[in-house]
């Protein structure tokens, strides 16, 4: 993690990064969450710097490698979430007519 930087009251970077993880896993509005997280100006900050300087990547490359060392990752099993896509209005089974209706 990086370190603190000379001024200023920072959050420990496990907190700030709580907050992180809660407002990117709930997809909440970065205004919604709890002030035990710290500033919200602040944890936003932080994380738009860290996403920016490339610290985000850096962690998440260094936990895979742990956890795959460790055996927790499957390699062999994946899935696609495609929950977020829509589907076409004929993919629910609807009739043509049904679009086409006139008054």
Known sequence: MPRRRPGGQWYDHRTTLNGMMRALKSGSPW?????????????????????DGGTIDRVLARLRLKLDKDGFIDWDVWCVDGSNLRAHISAAGATGASAKQTR
């Open 31 to 51: 205004r919604d969450m709890p002030e035990r997280y710290g500033s919200l100006q602040s944890v936003c900050d932080r994380f738009r710097r860290w996403t």
